[in-house]
Every structure is written in C-alpha cells, then in structure tokens.
C-alpha cells in the first residue's frame, strides 16, 4: 500500500464498545499501530449480533486492523504492565468512565509523568469533570439530551436514530484533536490531554439544533396554523 501518514505511530488502545474503538479503527486506518488491550472476558461488543468465524461483525468493524493483547486490570501487576505499555506509546485512547483510570494509577498525571510525549485522547459522555461527568453515556442518552431526536407524534415517545452518530462524531472529532496534538508534539516535544465529550461532539455537529436555539425554526401548532 505504501507509505501511510501515520506510519511508525504506536497507539494503545484502552477502548471497548463503539465511540472509542472507532476512533483507534481510524488511527490504524492511517497507518498507527493500534494495540488494543481488553479484559479477560473480551470487549463485550465480541458476542454482539452476527458471527463470522466465531467472531461478532460489529466487533470486526470497529477494531478491524488492530492487534489485540489481553491485561487484567484488577490482577497484581496488570496496572504497572499497562503503564510500560503507555510508556512506548505515542497515543493512548480510552473511553473509561472518569475517574475510573485513576484508581489503577493510569489516569493522565500518571502516564504522562512517565512519558511526556505522550497523547492521550479520553472519551465520555460529558466530560471529565462536572456535575455530570459520572453520568451513563451510551449514544441514545447523548441523542435525546442534544435535542437531535424527532418529536414523537401524540403520546407516542420519539424514535431513536438508526445509527450511533453520538459514538462516530466523538470517535472522528477525537481523531481531529489527536492529529492537531500529533502535530504540536512535532513543534514542542510535549504531549497533551484530550478530554473529548459526546455531548460537545454531537451538539457541535447538529446545526438544526443550534438554529432552533437561536429561534430561526418556527414551531408548527398542532392543528398546523
């Protein structure tokens, strides 16, 4: 295939299910070498929907070009491998709940304490810190919360959309920010912290919503005058 921009590139990948795993597919799509680190019983996403070879398509799809190793985290020295790991690694990529990396001493100060180059791009659902920040985030919550549902008609709840665009757009604008650090890290020589919600990605991406709070779509009565 030839040369690929993101030849040479080492990513550890800490991600399971869908906003995470998308954003190491893309790195390893550029060319990274994307190892992805799951627990003893697999990302769940393994026994999702339909199997080829033993394998579920889903989990294919989003962690296709991947190499996959397996750590336990809550095993004696499964923390302190990882931190080896993260220590050769250009990129690490997680989708953890917010604090939850904290308490296996691999959270941000801790890896970047040990390798200043580092990126590490966080994914959740509203951010790594606030009010919020400990809340469920699978994507419906992030469509319904940023107003991008359609109304449901009479009593009828609305409808959510049929694909997980709250994990695809905080897996793509994660990439962004990871390219734009790639690049900043060639200037300074110093990594950083990406903390990217889904809650910011998805309501960056809907201009209708952002136009019906600025009042430029009217709403319709319901007899339609």
Not at 80 to 102: C, S, T, Y
Not at 153 to 163: A, Q, W, Y
């Amino acid at each position: 295939m030839g040369a690929r921009p993101l030849d040479g590139i080492r990513v550890l990948d800490l991600t399971r299910v869908f906003a995470g795993p998308i954003a190491g597919r893309t790195l390893s799509d550029l060319g990274a070498d994307v190892v992805k680190v799951e627990p003893p019983d697999g990302d769940v996403t393994r026994l999702w929907g339909h199997k080829a070879a033993g394998l579920s398509t889903y989990f294919t799809q989003q962690n296709c070009g991947k190499r996959n190793i397996c750590i336990d985290l809550g095993a004696e020295g499964g923390p302190e491998l990882v931190a080896k790991l993260a220590e050769q690694a250009d990129i690490v990529v997680e989708n953890f709940r917010p604090g939850v990396l904290a308490r296996f001493g691999l959270d941000w100060p801790a890896l970047s304490a040990r390798n200043a180059r580092l990126i590490m791009l966080s994914i959740s659902g509203f951010g790594q810190e606030g009010p919020e920040s400990q809340r469920a985030a699978y994507a419906s919550i992030i469509h319904a919360e940023s107003g991008i549902l359609p109304a449901g008609v009479g009593d009828d709840m609305p409808l959510d959309l049929d694909l997980s665009a709250a994990d695809v757009l905080s897996g793509m604008h994660g990439v962004i920010a990871v390219l734009a650090a790639l690049r900043t890290r060639d200037a300074t020589g110093e990594g950083q912290h990406i903390d990217m919600a889904m809650i910011d990605a998805m309501t960056f991406s809907a201009d209708i919503i952002i136009n019906s709070l600025d009042g430029a779509r009217r709403k319709e009565s319901i007899n339609g005058e």
